[in-house]
Nanobody
């Protein structure tokens, strides 16, 4: 499975961005897709996850109500709509995929990772 993340950029606080993650290869092996982020000097942290089939989603508390995860199975693409962005949302955002049947917040449960896309929110 190959994952290609895109859509990052520079935005002012209060603005919005939509990240995309295109999956290719053995996509039939994917059961869960997730977004993680890593700010400079910090550990990678969970942002949101969604089942490849079904409606299950999970969000980190810090972004709940501001970010929305979704996917388009026909396009093999996952999205992260980010609204009301804050400077503390600045990070490299990574998409990841897992064959596990359980929506997980643990990065170690994800087998496949995209290259990351930079999101910078200015104050």
């Amino acid at each position: 499975v190959q994952l290609q993340a895109s859509g990052g950029g520079l935005v002012q606080a209060g603005g919005c961005l939509r990240l995309s993650c295109a999956a290719s290869g053995r996509t039939f092996s994917i059961d869960v897709l997730g977004w993680f982020r890593q700010a400079p000097g910090k550990e990678r942290e969970f942002v949101a996850a969604i089942k490849w089939l079904g409606r299950n989603t999970d969000y980190a508390g810090s972004i709940q109500g501001r970010f929305t995860i979704s996917r388009d199975n026909a396009k093999n693409t996952m999205y992260l709509q980010m609204n009301s962005l804050k400077p503390e949302d600045t990070a490299v955002y990574y998409c990841a995929a897992a064959p596990s049947s359980v929506v997980s917040r643990l990065a170690s449960n994800y087998n496949y990772w995209g290259q990351g896309t930079q999101v910078t929110v200015s104050s």
